[in-house]
């Protein structure tokens, strides 16, 4: 299940679609598509070329199609609409959006976007847990936090690009921890870092490495975040879509440097979630409903 926006006007050619994209490098343009993938945030969709005519009266004349599945966290919508309005706006489309709920033939809008494939997303999570095939277990975090934790994700490439400091910022990733879906961040070596409150902080140790037959040997740790709260505490700082504690630039003190040093290193296991797999609670719990 997916939602479907045609561009319907003006006749847009293949050259024309090929250099819209070709200068983002959060597009691959192969094969009459451009797919978009931000790895920072898991979100993913793709704009379509056309060059045929309509096979038969229900077919809608389209030069592009823009596609994004549905059955994903809601954020996805929020990451696509700048996308689609910035595409429309530079080749002065027109549009058919035939989705129940969906804006028809125009004009279009960010709020008739969104009230679109939201209704369509929340059809198909129904969809999703009345299957026969209606997977066992699904994760899923409140809506509001996934929406913070895509913010942090989403903004952090321009932040970092823009900072005036020496310091790491880190993507906040889902993993499965004893069973249990968690938030994460890594935290290498100790270094200068604005630091998102996760559930856990991973922290591979290098240069902090403990010494073993006179040589360092790498490891990493695993801790809770509250367990850091000690060393981390005083430096909490606001502004940001989540809690953070900004370290200082460009080095860290050594009372944080002694702190990582002290750390058992952690053997466990660990296992990645991709974040569309990270579903709306609040939709899941929508679509028991009877």
Known sequence: MSYDLHFTTPKISRDQFEDYFSDNNLYTVEDDQACYENKDTGVYFVFEYNDQPP?????????????????RPHYFALEAEPEVCRF??????????????????????????????NYGNA??????????????????????????IWSWNYLKRSRQESIQEDIFIPTIMFMIKDGELVTICAWPDA???????????YIPRKQLAPRKWFKKTEDQCLI?????????????????EIEA?????????????????????????LAGVPADKVLNRELLEDAKKP
Not at 55 to 70: K, L, R
């Open 224 to 240: 809770r975040m509250s367990e850091a709260e000690g060393i981390l505490g005083e430096y909490r700082t606001d502004g940001y």
């Open 123 to 148: 059809f198909g999570y129904s969809v999703l847990l009345s299957g026969e095939h209606a997977p066992e277990h699904i994760w899923s975090r409140p809506g509001q936090e996934l929406e913070s």
């Open 88 to 117: 429309i706006e530079h080749f002065s489309c027109g549009i058919y959006d035939g989705q129940s709920q969906g804006m028809e033939s125009g004009p279009y809008s960010r709020e008739g976007f969104l009230k679109g494939w």
């Open 191 to 201: 270094i200068s870092t604005l630091i998102p409150q996760v559930d856990y902080l």
């Open 245 to 269: 504690c900004k370290l200082p630039a460009p080095v860290t003190p050594a009372a944080v440097h002694a702190f990582v040093r002290g750390l058992t290193a952690y053997s466990g296991k």
């Open 55 to 71: 096979e038969n009266d229900e077919d809608i004349e389209h030069s592009v199609m823009f596609n994004m599945n549905y059955c």
